[in-house]
Structures are given as C-alpha cells and as structure tokens.
C-alpha cells in the first residue's frame, strides 16, 4: 500500500485515500505529531571492563615502557604490581573513553526512541540523552560523514514509525509512499543542499522499510487539497507557511478536470524564524544580549535550538566572567534541555501573539521569578525580517503571473497568523483568500496523489 508523508519541519503526519475517503493516520489521539526525536545516551558502564587478551598486552607494553623510563632516570624499580595497577587504570581509562565516542556514533540507542511531544518531555524530564527537533531543517546542510549519518538514522526513525503506524492502522502492509517536499529545503549549500536532503530522504526511506518513494512539492499537494473543493475551473494561488519553509505553487484547478501545477516558488524560511526572531528580540537581553559585551552570535546559536553545530558552540562557552546576573543566566541557560525550553517559551509567546496584545512567559528554569513580556509592537519588529521576505516572494509570484489569480489558498501552521494573513491579503490585493485545514492541507494533498 501506498500512503502520503507529510514530513514537516515542525510537525509531520501521513494518509492515504481508502474506498475513496481520506484516513489520516493517528499517532496516539493526534492527527500529526512533533517532528522530534529522543533517544537515550548509552553510558558506558565502567563495570563492563574486562581484560581481553588484547588489552593485556596494552598492559604488558605500558608496564615495559615505563621499566624502560626506570632505567633511563636511573632510578630504583617500582614493585610490580604497582606499575600494573598503574597500567591498567590507564588501559581502563582509555577503553571508557573509546566506549563513549562510540556510544555517541553509535545508532544502537535508538531502539529506544520516543517521538513528538513524548520525544520533548522525556528529554525535559531526564536531563539526560539526546533530543533531535525538526532535522528536516538540517537535511540541507553541510554535514560531516559522522552528522549525516546521524541524521539519516533519524530520519529513518521517524518514517519507520510512521510506516508502521500506519501498517498497523489500515491492516496491510506499507511499502511506498509520496513524501512531501519543500520547492526549496533550508540549505547552506544553494541548489546542492537541495540534492543532499533528497538522497538522505531516501536513503532514510530505504532503512525504513519502504520499497519505493516519490517526491512532491508541498504546494503542489496542497494545490491537490483544494483541486477538490472547487466545482469551477479556476486558477490559483497556493500558500503553504510552514515551521521551515514557505512554498507557492500556481495551479489550475476544479472544475471536474485533472489539476495542473504550472509553476512553483519558495522561500527556506518559516514559523521557527519567527521563534528565533522573538528569542533573540524579547528573550535574548534579559541574558544580556546588547548590553553585556557577549558577542551577539551567541544569542543567535542559543536561539538556533534547530542546529546542532550552533548549539553545541553554545554549551562550549564559558561565562564565568560575564557581569551579573547575565553570567548566572548564561551559564543557566547552557544546561541540559534549557535551550529547548526557552524556544518552547518563545514559540508559545508567538502564538499568544497572533490572538490577542501581549503575552508573558515565566523563565523559572533559568532563575526565580524572571520573566518575559512581551507585545503585538516587540512581535512586529521580530517578524519584520520574516514578513518581509515572504512578501518579496509572494510579490515575486504575482509578477512572474501572466494574469490575476481567481483566489488564494492558504495552509501551513504559520497561516494562522493574523499578521501573516494581513501580509497574503496586501500582496495580493482585492483577490479572495479561502483558508484550508492550515494542518492538514499538504497530507490530504500527499494522500491523493499517492493513489495514481
Ligand atoms: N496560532 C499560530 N500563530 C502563529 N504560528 C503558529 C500558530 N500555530 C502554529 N504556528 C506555527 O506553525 C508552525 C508549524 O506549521 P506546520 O505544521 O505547517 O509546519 P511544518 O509542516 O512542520 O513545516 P514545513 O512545512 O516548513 O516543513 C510552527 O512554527 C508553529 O509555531
Ligand atoms: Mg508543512
């Protein structure tokens, strides 16, 4: 069987089409579950040292080594069993060490993986082990081998549960799927970003189970989502605001015929932006952003809870001479799971902002009593750098159109946004804007062309 991934940014969901109705798969309750994944960090257990022959000969050789040091300092011979007490507390030492390199390479922990919302608390909750949120957003990335096999393996994790979620749910085997793609993933490589984030969608894929994958364009399937809600022929405009990307497709569609996409255009940039830009604006200088001498990049790799390299710069600083209380806060905000917990604090803000004028935030994590507030006037200047870019491309979309559109559709989570809407309606004067399921657009999109 076939079915259609939504393998999104922030949240990923799938379906397919059954006796001609559309059955979203559940994942608990829920239609669409956190694109986040947990897995335990496996301690090596010193208790599991044992001497193989092959270690013993290591001792053999630092105890030879250092009779020879004896010898040349000229100095009396130590009693044997205290050089090799000696040499196997070096040995020890060194295979513990050889055991975490490997352990942390390792995709062995991932047979305990949690996903979602399950994925984020467990993390918050044990304070240990590793916490993977939206790797969609690093698929575009330079990577090392090491990194990228990572995240292939991740990957892999996320669409073998949903396969088997899905397998489980309809009683007969998945094997394919149309996975949804953005027209321009989020890449430090320009167009070979592009590349790499497909061969790792399926190479991930490939270890997930499925016999064979197809790609579509995320506003090409929300195009298809809206194809069958219109008796008349028409063209139009699709707008899909995600977590990670902003996508526009031009299509013809309704009216009983096939849809036709003509053209696509898109912009690596979505709902985590607004995040990072509420972080760095309203949360960032009560950590002393502008006015402690911390260089400004930190904040912004504090903020980038979606990169690993940035967040690992971060936890490596060290704020022991920052003046108080941001060397406090700093150091606070370096610990397990703080990172994720203040983007979480900004993301709710963000969402409290787009339905009423302010929002507060409590930072008990990082110290009683510190709060944020926060206005509709702080999230205009935050989003300004978003919004505006999306209305360059939507801009773009309507002079690259040989003529006006019938109406608009909109989807994608950041749709919701009033102020984002406002931006959709100036960019497109006097043209209708029909809202769809701003969640569930592309999956029921995916899920039909996933029947042909
Ligand atoms: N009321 C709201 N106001 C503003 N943003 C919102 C609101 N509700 C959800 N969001 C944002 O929507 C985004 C998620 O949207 P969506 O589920 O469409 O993304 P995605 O499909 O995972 O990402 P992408 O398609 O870019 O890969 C998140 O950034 C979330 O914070
Ligand atoms: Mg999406």
């Known amino acids: 069987m076939r079915i ?68 040349a300092a000229g100095l009396s011979p130590r009693p044997e069993v205290q050089l090799h007490r000696e040499a196997v507390r070096i040995v020890r030492r060194q295979w513990m060490e050889e055991q975490t390199r490997a352990a942390s390479a390792s995709v062995a922990s991932f047979q305990d993986a949690l996903f979602g919302e399950d994925a984020v608390d467990a993390y918050l909750e044990e304070g240990t082990g590793n916490l993977i949120e939206s790797p969609k957003s690093m698929f575009g990335y330079k990577l090392d081998p090491r990194v990228r096999k990572t995240i292939v393996s ?39 970003g592009g590349d790499q984030a497909l061969g790792i969608l399926r190479e991930a894929a490939d270890i997930a189970g499925f016999d064979g994958v197809s790609f579509l364009e995320e506003p090409a399937a929300a195009a298809m989502a809206y194809h069958m809600q219109l008796q008349e022929r028409q063209r139009a405009i699709i707008v899909d605001i995600g977590g990670g990307t902003t996508d526009v497709a031009y299509a013809e569609l309704g009216g009983g015929l096939e849809p036709q996409v003509h053209r696509s255009w898109g912009l690596p940039r979505g709902g985590t932006d607004l995040d990072v830009g509420i972080s760095l604006y309203s949360f960032m200088p009560h950590f002393g952003k502008d006015t402690s001498g911390v260089p400004v990049h930190h904040f ?153």
């Open 300 to 452: 912004v790799e504090a903020a980038s809870v979606h990169n690993l390299p940035k967040q690992r710069e971060f936890r490596k600083q060290d704020y022991r001479q920052v003046d108080e209380p941001f060397g406090s806060r700093l150091r606070a905000l370096q610990s397990t799971g703080a990172t994720t917990r203040l983007n979480q604090s900004a993301e709710r803000v963000k969402i409290e902002l787009s339905a009423g004028p302010r929002a507060c935030a409590a930072l008990d994590f990082i110290e009683a009593d510190l709060a944020v507030e926060a206005t509709d006037a702080d999230f205009k200047v935050a989003s300004e750098d978003f919004l505006d870019r999306m209305q360059r491309l939507l801009e773009q979309t309507r002079s690259d159109l040989p003529e006006a559109p019938g109406s608009i559709f909109l989807t994608g989570g950041t749709s919701r946004s009033p102020q984002v809407q406002e931006r959709v309606r100036m960019s497109f004067p006097g043209i209708d804007v029909v809202h769809g399921d701003p969640s569930l657009g592309v999956v029921s999109g995916l899920a039909r062309a996933a029947i042909s």
């Open 4 to 71: 259609g991934i939504d393998f999104g940014t922030s949240y990923s969901a799938a379906a397919a089409i059954i006796d001609g109705e559309l059955k979203l798969v559940r994942f608990g309750e829920a239609r669409q579950f956190r694109t986040a994944v947990f897995f335990p960090e496996v301690v090596p257990n010193v208790e599991d040292f044992v001497l193989t022959p092959v270690l013993e000969a290591q001792v053999e050789s630092i105890i030879r080594a250092s009779r020879a040091d004896e010898r």
């Open 154 to 192: 991740i990957a892999a994790h996320i669409l073998e549960h949903i396969r088997l979620t899905a397998t489980q749910q309809f009683g007969v085997p998945v094997r394919e799927a149309v996975i949804g793609r953005p027209v321009e993933f989020r890449s430090s490589m320009g167009p070979a």
